[in-house]
């Protein structure tokens, strides 16, 4: 399972927290995503990024913020972690175009208490 | 933006018996359709694809089929088997300006075969 890697694996975390969630890839893709997901809503985009240093918002980008300084890694941060962001967050990975394979990472799953 | 609906929610079926997955998407500028599985604590995997200048694709027990001028596309797959469990995730991708690169989901199927 090589190429795109999420970290932590599990995180719980405390209401009002700051907490970062990782990714890195090595396939030099431009584009990478984050995606949360919860039971009936199936993967929603919250950010995604065509290249370093160029991000925008996805459709639920509220209480999150992201960076790109390097192609390979794609930080997500929660900049103050409420009960509602408790979810599984996915980063993925594709090359550019509208029509190429995306990849995923393991996920990270998020508790706020 | 592409809004992408998926049904039905869930999908009981025995097995050798076929699975029928539908999807609508809204943007007629989408023109990259993905199917993922998701086995159960797993990462989404692309099982199957298609582009807007072809109608149908088949890759063993799984085929997709894409209706443009009705905005839909479906995920059928034979002969079920038990591994065959899973999530199914239908997607839209497009080409322009507001969707260049993105990939707009729909909600997910839970399929269960049952032996």
């Known amino acids: 399972d090589a190429g795109i890697t999420q970290s932590p694996r599990y995180k719980i975390t405390e209401t009002g927290r700051q907490v970062t969630l990782m990714c890195h890839q090595t396939?030099?893709?431009?584009?990478m995503f984050w995606y949360r997901q919860d039971l009936g809503h199936g993967l929603r985009l919250i950010y995604y990024s065509a290249a370093a240093d160029i991000t925008d918002k996805g459709e639920v980008p509220d209480g999150y913020v992201v960076s790109r300084s390097k192609t390979e890694n794609f930080p997500l941060t929660l900049e103050s972690a409420t009960r509602s962001q408790t979810s599984v967050y996915f980063c993925?990975?594709?090359?550019?175009?509208?029509?190429?394979?995306?990849?995923f990472g393991q996920g990270t799953r998020l508790t706020v208490v | 933006g592409e809004n992408v609906e998926q049904h039905p929610s869930t999908l009981s079926v025995q097995e050798g018996d076929s699975a029928v997955i539908k999807c609508t998407y809204s943007d007629s500028a989408s023109n990259y359709f993905p199917w993922y599985k998701q086995e159960l604590g797993k990462r989404p995997q692309l099982i199957i694809d298609i582009r807007s200048n072809v109608g149908e694709k088949k890759d063993q027990r799984i085929a997709v089929t894409l209706n443009k001028t009705a905005k839909h596309f479906s995920l059928h797959i034979t002969e079920t088997q038990p591994e065959d469990s899973a999530v199914y995730f239908c997607a839209a991708s497009g080409t322009t300006t507001d969707s260049w690169g993105k990939l707009q989901f729909g909600a997910g199927t839970q399929v269960v075969v049952t032996p």
């Open positions: 993925a990975s594709r090359l550019p175009g509208g029509n190429t394979e995306a990849f």
């Open positions: 396939w030099s893709h431009s584009y």
